[in-house]
């Protein structure tokens, strides 16, 4: 397949670097930070959206995990749409679907209006989110890869960290009986910003070049998305405590195994696969940096959510207040994030092992003083353990995305990346039902505190699984 016409052609015939290559990025991190900060950003509204709402504690999860759900549905086919008619004209239709979702929510007038808006939300940041990787493959090569994806990975860990600041700021500054809507209601006027910027930078592919929709393997995009259904719908049933869906978890492996099948034979057969399954075995680092990036997000997530509660629930915070506690993670992660995308070219995986290390470092003070502290010396406690966590949160991600996708193809970058994606938003919804789980049954056996510590300590778990897959790969690279 023809790329898109990212780089300029010089007189000696090679490719130039595309010009307008680094304020593309800044449009499309812009973009990818509004459509990550959502995922976050609600945390901290939850108890005013049910108030306000009137409704379930139930019902309000899906505010969350609705969104977590569509996202990571959508990502894999994203990825592969703009692999076949161009980021443009993804990013476009997915800004548009998401400014309509997000004026839909903030104006709901009831709590059901507010969960299908959100899918719909979740839905179009999975069609923007992997052109993110996928132009960074196009339009960067070497260092200025690496230090692309730095950039990225900082986007993704601040918008983790800063999602409940913010939201406590809007709902400090607009009250919390109706200053959760306009937690939704601000990414209209950055959405509409964005989309004039994507469509004065961001080139066109030409109609010739782009693949015809019988090319596109929609069974294979229908087999991953049940797939993906199978695992994601029962761990947002059971934050809600429904735990019928569970058994959906069986279809899971078979439903996978027959997308595996479909995209080998499309390969043999000399189709256009949705994902080249290939990729996992023949690239090197891809396969590897999944697993890593999968088990970091489910280890991860939960971090902010069961905090966020805990302030708030047991210890009477303020969404603001709550939100503040936890900006020491983004600062963190702002000092290492563009520092790891420099250097991840020359140390390779020893960046992830130390940045792990050092997050889980992080995440072990956390556990151990938080929940003893008393509420007048708790930012003593809170702020220095949460930044040691942000330091290393910040190196974790962007090195792995360079490791992972430095070998594959940019004419599978969205697809390959959306992969990426998929696995650390199912990481992302698992961690954060598994955290919640932890903490309430602790909660309701002995205390918030005890309840924290447990969910952190679980946490830890799986960080350190991902710890072991990234000392893995270092070893076979030390090796090779």
């Known amino acids: 397949m023809t790329e898109e016409p990212l780089a300029t052609s010089t007189a000696t015939g090679t490719d130039a670097p595309h010009p307008d290559r680094w304020r593309i990025l800044g449009v499309s991190l812009v973009i990818g930070f509004m459509a990550l900060l959502d995922v976050t950003i609600v945390n901290v509204a939850l108890p005013s959206i049910r108030d306000g709402l009137h409704t379930s504690f139930a019902t309000v999860q899906w505010v969350v995990s609705g969104y977590a759900l569509a996202f990571g549905l959508t990502l894999v086919t994203g990825g592969r749409l703009g692999d076949a008619y161009g980021r443009r004209r993804l990013m476009l239709i997915g800004l548009a679907g998401f400014i309509v979702a997000s004026a839909g929510v903030g104006l709901a007038p009831n709590a059901a209006w507010v969960v299908v808006g959100r899918l719909v939300q979740g839905a179009s940041a999975g069609l923007l989110t992997p052109q993110n990787s996928g132009l960074i493959q196009q339009l960067f090569r070497g260092q200025e890869r690496a230090r692309a994806f730095g950039l990225f990975g900082l986007v993704v860990s601040i918008s983790s960290a800063t999602g409940p600041v913010l939201g406590g700021l809007i709902i400090g500054a607009f009250g919390e009986e109706h200053g959760w809507r306009y937690i939704f209601l601000v990414n209209v006027p950055i959405g509409l910003a964005a989309m004039v910027a994507v469509a004065r930078l961001v080139p066109q592919r030409p109609r010739e070049r782009r693949e015809t929709g019988a090319r596109l393997d929609l069974l294979g995009a229908a087999l991953l998305g049940a797939a993906v259904l199978c695992v994601l719908l029962p761990t947002v049933a059971v934050e809600g405590g429904d735990r019928l869906p569970l058994l959906l978890l069986v279809g899971a492996v078979p439903l996978a195994w ?8 499309l390969v043999r057969t000399g189709g256009a696969p949705l994902l080249d399954i290939a990729l996992l075995r023949r690239t090197p680092g891809y396969a590897n940096g999944v697993a890593v990036g999968t088990l970091y997000f489910t280890g991860f997530t939960g971090f902010f959510l069961v905090l966020s509660i805990h302030y708030q629930e047991d210890l009477g915070l303020s969404p603001l207040e709550a939100g503040l506690l936890m900006c020491p993670f983004a ?88 992969a990426l994606q998929t696995g650390q938003r199912m990481g992302a919804s698992i961690g954060a039902a598994l955290a919640m789980t932890v903490y309430q049954l602790t909660a309701a056996a002995y205390d918030g505190g005890a309840g924290l510590r447990a969910a952190l300590l679980t946490g830890l778990v799986l960080l350190s699984a991902s710890l072991a897959m990234a000392v893995r790969a270092l070893r076979h690279h030390t090796e090779a």
């Not at 027959?258 to 034979?265: A, Q």
């Not at 997050?359 to 010396?377: E, I, K, N, Q, Y």
């Open 258 to 265: 027959l997308f595996i099948r479909r995209e080998l034979r």
């Open 331 to 418: 600062v963190g992660s702002a000092i290492t994030a563009p520092l790891s995308g420099r250097i991840v070219s020359t140390l390779h995986r020893r960046v992830t092992v130390l940045a792990l290390l050092t997050m889980m470092a992080g995440v072990v003070l956390v556990a151990l003083l938080v929940p003893d502290t008393s509420l007048d010396r708790l930012w003593l406690a809170a702020v220095p353990a949460t930044f040691l966590a942000g330091l290393g949160g910040g190196g974790v991600v962007s090195p792995n995305m360079t490791l992972s996708l430095e070998e594959v193809p940019p004419r599978m970058g969205g697809a390959a990346g959306g």
